[in-house]
Each structure stands twice: as C-alpha cells, then as structure tokens.
C-alpha cells in the first residue's frame, strides 16, 4: 500500500501513521508498554540514504499521534487529553523528500524459521504445556477485564516472549506451569481446594 502510494499523485501531500493495536501482545526487551508507530511521509524526518527513515525515540502516546494527525488535517482537538498533547514535531522535516518507497521481499519464506518444521509449529514439552494452561485459564474471559491471574498471565507473557529459555525476574529456572495454573483456578474461583 505504502509502495503505491508514494508511486501516486498523492505522495507529496501524504502522511501515513501505522500503530500495534494492542501493545500487550508484543511484550519487547524493555517493556511490554512500548508499541512500535510507524510514520510514513515524505515530510518525515532525516534519511540517511533514500528511503530509509530514522527511529525516534520520544516517548509518545496515542493522544501525541492523535494531535500530530489533527494538525497536519488543520482540525481542533477532539477532547482535553490531545488539546494538551504536544504533536510529534520531531518525527517531521520541513523539505520533501519525495523518494517513491520500494519494498523488499521477504529473505524467509513464512513456512521456515524458528519453531518451523515443514510448515508446521513444533513445540518443546514447556511450550506446550503453558499454552495448554493459557488456553484454558483464559477460556472465556477474553472480554473480562481481571478475570484472570495476573501472576499466571506476567509468567505464560514472560516465557513466551524470551521462547521459554529464561527464568522469570526473581526466579532461578524456567518452571512448568502447574503451580501457577493452581493459583488461577483459585484465583477464579474455580479451585475446589
């Protein structure tokens, strides 16, 4: 889209901003609140080479994208929180550059990489058993906010991230999900002990 786009008409009065919808689903190295925006312009600041941008690393909210849109389109604020949000002036230059976008093919096919054999998912005996235990822990509580563990959810979000080789924060080893899933049943209530 964004390669058509900057082969168009259009691209020199262009702006596209690409956000994660939910950042919890992508827990990074230093946090699990961080969430990857992507802004697409030619206006958008300092390539080193054409077609390549630069990371910036304000710390911005969606309300700071949301004033930040509401300049470029010359419209008021919508609510008090981006009336008082500064745009992200930093993320933008004065002078176009009006290079068209190319992308690059992908160097990994989608069926090959890690935890790929053959097209199909392999999992480690760990693995399994924590989504084995997620799946059920979470089952029908995907709409309810606190519904579920936090202690349960902050291991099954560590593990998967760090691909069950490092211990959680405080702790020694990599531990099966047996205890943890006790304390969810508790948790919800639905421990008879």
Do not use: C
Not at 66 to 80: H, S
Not at 125 to 143: C, F, I
Not at 168 to 192: C, H, I, N, T
């Amino acid at each position: 889209m964004v390669e058509a786009i900057s082969h168009s008409g259009v691209w020199a009065s262009s702006a596209i901003f690409v956000e994660e919808d939910d950042s919890q689903g992508g827990a990074d190295h230093v946090d699990g609140h961080r969430q990857p925006v992507y802004v697409i312009s030619p206006y958008t600041v300092g390539p080193q080479a054409p077609g390549q941008g630069k990371a910036i690393h304000t710390t911005y909210t969606a309300e700071n994208m949301n004033r930040t849109i509401e300049n470029i389109l010359g419209m008021q604020p919508l609510t008090q929180f981006d009336l008082v949000a500064s745009p992200m002036f930093d993320a933008f230059q004065n002078t176009p550059d009006l290079t068209p976008y190319e992308h690059l093919p992908a160097v990994t096919p989608l069926d090959q990489g890690p935890g790929l054999q053959g097209g199909q998912l392999v999992y480690t005996p760990m693995q399994k058993a924590w989504l084995q235990a997620t799946a059920e822990v979470m089952k029908g509580k995907y709409d309810k906010s606190d519904a579920v563990d936090p202690n349960f959810l902050n291991h099954a979000i560590w593990y998967s991230v760090t691909n069950w080789t490092q211990p959680y924060p405080g702790e020694s080893k990599v531990m099966m999900p047996g205890r943890f899933l006790r304390a969810a049943r508790k948790y919800a209530g639905d421990d008879d002990d």
